[in-house]
């Protein structure tokens, strides 16, 4: 997962899915050999010269310009995801290791544990980079109750999804939801290209899903923000829920995930259902699984 193979994977792979017609350039003669732009297509679209952009898609980001990633983004036809994801290579490309070293622990602050309490009608998270859960409320231990019982741990949602069976289960839309849980990881190797942690549950996950490797292999980022997520409950059956996901600015790198059910609708009833059976269990209001002192 080094950072020179991030970028020309990442690049190669942008390259290869715009064919001229879709850039609006002439195509001359039926005997091209890649399936997308050449290199010197990208080129000419950006506005740089063919040397210059070889160099970019050897992996070479340090040193360049905001404004020729954007002409880079713009010639590819990259969306915002996908912008933002080079802006983070470059960006990692050009920091010292004193910088990459100085990134704050990502430790779950007591007033977002506060806030996590005070929203009883939503099932709610915290979660770091790596999709690992660090916090929840009640509601939101009770529904992501198989994923905190299940033998791979520490908790995390991608590892649930690909290496649980019960994660096919569970996620009614997988095929969607392991999409994007591998864009999500995918976007934060390019912020971190130094979190060993990440490296090793990216590692994992190639070794042991298939399914994984081969969405990895696409190279795909996206962002996930807003949603709806479907959902099979082992105790209180299907739920369709809507997700929103917030990232705290005081701690980067820590995003709050929180579940709602549309007013009147049979989620909604669901849900209370869930939170009655969770009251019922051992009770503990929040969960807190502290990262180590070192983590990044």
């Known amino acids: 997962m080094g950072p020179e193979n991030e970028v020309r994977s990442f690049l190669t792979s942008r390259r290869a899915r715009i064919t001229p017609k879709n850039a609006g350039l002439p195509v001359y003669g039926g005997n091209r050999r890649v399936a997308g732009l050449r290199r010197e297509e990208v080129a000419l679209l950006a506005g740089v010269s063919t040397d210059y952009?070889?160099?970019?898609?050897?992996?070479?980001?340090r040193g360049v310009s905001v404004n020729v990633l954007d002409s880079v983004a713009?010639?590819?036809q990259l969306d915002e995801a996908e912008h933002a994801y080079l802006r983070d290579l470059a960006r990692a490309a050009n920091a010292t290791s004193a910088v990459r070293r100085s990134a704050s622990p990502q430790v779950v602050r007591p007033a977002h544990q506060l806030l996590l309490g005070a929203m009883p009608g939503a099932a709610a998270a915290?979660?770091?980079?790596?999709?690992?859960?660090?916090?929840?409320?009640q509601l939101g231990r009770a529904l992501f109750a198989d994923i905190f019982s299940s033998s791979e741990q520490p908790a995390n949602l991608a590892r649930f999804a690909f290496l649980d069976p019960r994660g096919r289960g569970f996620y009614t839309d997988?095929?969607?939801?392991?999409?994007?849980?591998?864009?999500?990881?995918r976007s934060a190797v390019g912020s971190n290209p130094d979190d060993h942690q990440l490296s090793s549950l990216?590692?994992?996950?190639?070794?042991?899903?298939?399914?994984?490797a081969t969405r990895w292999a696409a190279h795909n980022v996206r962002f996930h923000c807003t949603g709806t997520k479907r959902l099979h409950h082992p105790v209180v059956g299907d739920?369709?829920?809507?997700?929103?996901?917030?990232?705290?600015?005081?701690?980067?790198?820590?995003?709050?995930?929180?579940?709602?059910?549309?007013?009147?609708?049979?989620?909604?009833?669901?849900?209370?259902?869930?939170?009655s059976w969770a009251a019922t269990q051992e009770p503990r209001t929040d969960l807190h699984l502290s990262p180590s002192p070192n983590e990044h």
């Open 126 to 137: 915290i979660l770091n980079r790596r999709m690992d859960l660090l916090a929840t409320n």
């Open 202 to 212: 990216i590692g994992e996950l190639l070794a042991r899903s298939d399914d994984f």
């Open 53 to 61: 952009y070889n160099r970019l898609e050897r992996g070479n980001l």
């Open 74 to 76: 713009r010639a590819l």
């Open 239 to 275: 739920l369709a829920l809507t997700f929103v996901s917030m990232d705290l600015g005081v701690n980067p790198g820590l995003t709050m995930l929180a579940y709602i059910a549309e007013v009147g609708s049979t989620s909604e009833d669901a849900l209370r259902m869930l939170a």
């Open 174 to 185: 997988w095929e969607k939801t392991a999409d994007d849980a591998v864009a999500v990881l």
